[in-house]
């Protein structure tokens, strides 16, 4: 649970700022939306191999 601490005479759209800024951090949502389905391991790391070898192509188009 999230616990933000609400200054005195803090407006109440800054707390929520700061609230949802807090909550992206801690990933809750993303880990939830990755549980709700399962994926195999091997797809998991197939996608993996593939992300890396995008990023190495990003990264060597940019060098040269």
Same mark, same amino acid.
């Given at each position: 649970?999230? %616990?933000?601490? %609400?200054?005195?005479?803090? $407006?109440?759209?800054?707390?929520?700022?700061?609230?949802?800024?807090?909550?992206?951090?801690?990933?809750?949502?993303?880990?939830?939306?990755?549980?709700?389905? @399962?994926?195999?391991? #091997?797809? #998991?790391?197939?996608?993996?191999?593939?992300?890396?070898?995008?990023?190495?192509?990003?990264?060597? #188009? @940019?060098? $040269?």
């Amino acid at each position: 649970m999230l %616990i933000i601490p %609400i200054k005195d005479g803090e $407006n109440i759209d800054r707390a929520l700022k700061r609230y949802k800024r807090k909550f992206d951090k801690t990933g809750t949502l993303r880990a939830l939306r990755e549980r709700k389905n @399962f994926t195999k391991p #091997s797809v #998991s790391k197939r996608a993996q191999l593939q992300k890396a070898a995008y990023v190495q192509r990003l990264r060597e #188009s @940019f060098e $040269n």
